[in-house]
């Protein structure tokens, strides 16, 4: 497969394996998207061929591709799909210093291992073709958030949905917060099921539901604990992400300190969390406080309740 032609470039690469068809012209249109699908395409897999994304052609349409990889982090599988700001995706190669390398499409006009700083990576994704095994240690982590454990991720979700809601995936409280863990529609919206701008007493209305997971409704939202634990999952990796970006999480960080910061972050957000760190509590309209749930959710994971390292 030739990817070099100069000016107008794309028509070299296969956009067949999108649903993009740009027409002949004397200006290049990036394909380092197109190039992905080829890759899925060619593989051979069933399962990677069907996985191709809906406007794959669109660096920025790979960031829901898979499933979500902890970033920052040293560990990402060689072949994971990495997507940069503004614009561009390709396949992780490894890390030299504060880069990335990248074997991608549309990098110097050809198919290239080519380096860009790490600081651009925006999203990092995975789709686990492996058969199951017996040690999970093989297997990129799937269901838990950063370095926590699976056991210690369970831990923290049964002692959070315990504060939240007494573990009922079916509770509403009285400011219309839903489910195990009390999701709002900021949260909701955030995760997907919700448009943008809904609020709490919106959520009433089908018409305030994207239908992402088959979840049309609130009651379809409090009869589905898969899609609950899903949002959870996709909702808590945000926040580990964004602590790490800013600093008040490193990567190694004591258990005990991710589920205090997370359970705060939970409470009142990043900026809770933050605020938490930086020696100002804040509360919710209950009168909890972000310390309350910090020092809850490290004592859960065996911390003393004060900020650990």
Known sequence: MSATRGAGASSSINFDATDFHPRPTSVTTPWCGAFAAHCMKASGNA???????????????????????????????????????????????????????????????RVDKTPFPQSRIVAVRWLDLAPARDSEAALPVRDTVGTLSNAQWAAYLDKLGEMESGNNYGAV?????????????????????????????????????????????????????????????????????????TGELVLNSSPARIAGLLAAAHLMGLGGARQLVDGTIAHDANGTTTLKYYRLLSVSLGGSGQLEA
Not at 97 to 103: A, E, H, Y
Request: a positive charge; aromatic letters at 12%; charged letters at 15%.
């Open 47 to 109: 399962t990677a061929a069907a996985s191709i994304p809906k406007g794959a052609a669109a660096a920025a349409n790979w960031k829901s591709w898979g499933m979500g990889l902890p970033w920052p982090s040293t560990t990402i599988p060689e072949g994971a799909v990495v997507v940069l700001s503004p614009n561009h995706v390709g396949f992780f190669a490894g890390f030299e210093g504060d880069r990335v390398f990248l074997l991608g499409g549309n990098q110097s006009d």
């Open 173 to 245: 409280n009285r400011l219309g917060y839903c489910g195990r863990w009390q999701f709002g529609a900021a949260a909701l919206a955030d995760a997907g099921y919700v448009r943008a701008g809904t609020s709490n007493r919106n959520l009433l209305s089908p018409a305030a539901w994207t239908g992402k997971d088959g979840v049309s409704s609130r009651a379809d939202w409090l009869s589905r604990p898969d899609a609950q634990d899903a949002a959870m999952l996709v909702y808590t990796r945000a926040h580990y992400n964004g602590l790490l970006r």
